[in-house]
């Protein structure tokens, strides 16, 4: 849990630009693989797991004691294991080692994820700079929105 409860801190940046991005267009944070591969037909009829954004995939474990998960990877992108960055084409399905501190997590190509250092809540200040973690293969955009998190002041 603690591994889990460090990557939930480490990707607020990302997580808090998704809903911006949520309250601008209207699009959800977490999305059904068909509404980024709506041309992928296997990519329809998937649902057990999603992405977190355009650019996170995530495939929850739900057995329990499995050792590795079989996850497909969407078609028209390439992708990066988040926790080896080993890349993967599309268009397939792939077995991903899990463990109970390993959930099966891949990055599109063109990516770019900001990482916040660990915190311990939310509302602790930041002393180390957010980095980028870039996957190459594509091309990329990412906007990161930021404000105060606290007062009204971004309605300005």
């Not at 080896?84 to 959930?103: E, H, I």
């Not at 770019?112 to 996957?135: F, H, K, M, S």
Request: glycine share 8%; proline share 7%; aromatic share 12%.
């Amino acid at each position: 849990m603690k591994k889990c409860a460090e990557l939930r801190y480490q990707l607020m940046p990302y997580t808090y630009s998704l809903a911006w991005d949520a309250r601008e267009s209207g699009l959800p944070l977490m999305r059904a693989l068909w509404l980024h591969y709506p041309a992928d037909v296997h990519a329809r009829g998937i649902g057990n797991q999603f992405l977190w954004g355009r650019d996170l995939l995530i495939a929850p474990v739900f057995e329990q004691g499995a050792v590795a998960r079989s996850v497909y990877l969407p078609e028209g992108d390439s992708w990066y294991d988040w926790w080896t960055n080993a890349p993967a084409p599309g268009g397939q399905d792939v077995k991903s080692r899990t463990d109970l501190a390993t959930m099966p997590i891949y990055a599109r190509a063109g990516a770019i994820i900001p990482i916040d250092p660990v915190r311990q809540y939310t509302g602790q200040a930041v002393n180390e700079p957010t980095t980028l973690r870039i996957y190459r293969g594509a091309d990329g955009q990412f906007m990161l929105y930021d404000d105060d998190g606290i007062s009204q002041e971004y309605l300005k």
